[in-house]
Nanobody, 120 residues
Framework: QVQLVESGGGLVQAGGSLRLSCAAS????????MGWYRQAPGKRRELVAT???????NYADSVKGRFTISRDNAKNTVYLQMNSLKPEDTAVYYC??????????????WGQGTQVTVSS
């Protein structure tokens, strides 16, 4: 089995910062791309940021310059540093990993989600 466990969410005032972490564990052969998505009430889940094994990153326009994604390949862990938070960043944040459980089997895995609430 594979688990993605997120941590670091919470309540913060506008302009503040939070750091999310997500660790992948279990029967894993290799973790490829990792990323963060979010879903606000009444809205569809949207991409926040992704990062490849080599460190190439991609961000949603709404978070560019404020959020930074990084990863520790040795720990199968991805991070999301969120600065200058805005009330519109309020959402449940989900970790995603594209990984192989064996040489030939794998897929997309999701964490359980962590709530981020930004007050004005």
């Amino acid at each position: 089995q594979v688990q993605l466990v997120e941590s670091g969410g919470g309540l913060v005032q506008a302009g503040g910062s939070l750091r999310l972490s997500c660790a992948a564990s279990g029967s894993i052969f290799r973790v490829n791309g990792m990323g963060w998505y979010r879903q606000a009430p009444g809205k569809r889940r949207e991409l926040v940021a992704t990062i490849t094994t080599g460190g190439s990153t991609n961000y949603a326009d709404s978070v560019k310059g404020r959020f930074t994604i990084s990863r520790d390949n040795a720990k199968n862990t991805v991070y999301l540093q969120m600065n200058s938070l805005k009330p519109e960043d309020t959402a449940v944040y989900y970790c995603n990993a594209d990984l192989l459980r064996t040489v030939i089997t794998g897929g997309q895995y999701w964490g359980q989600g962590t709530q981020v609430t930004v007050s004005s």
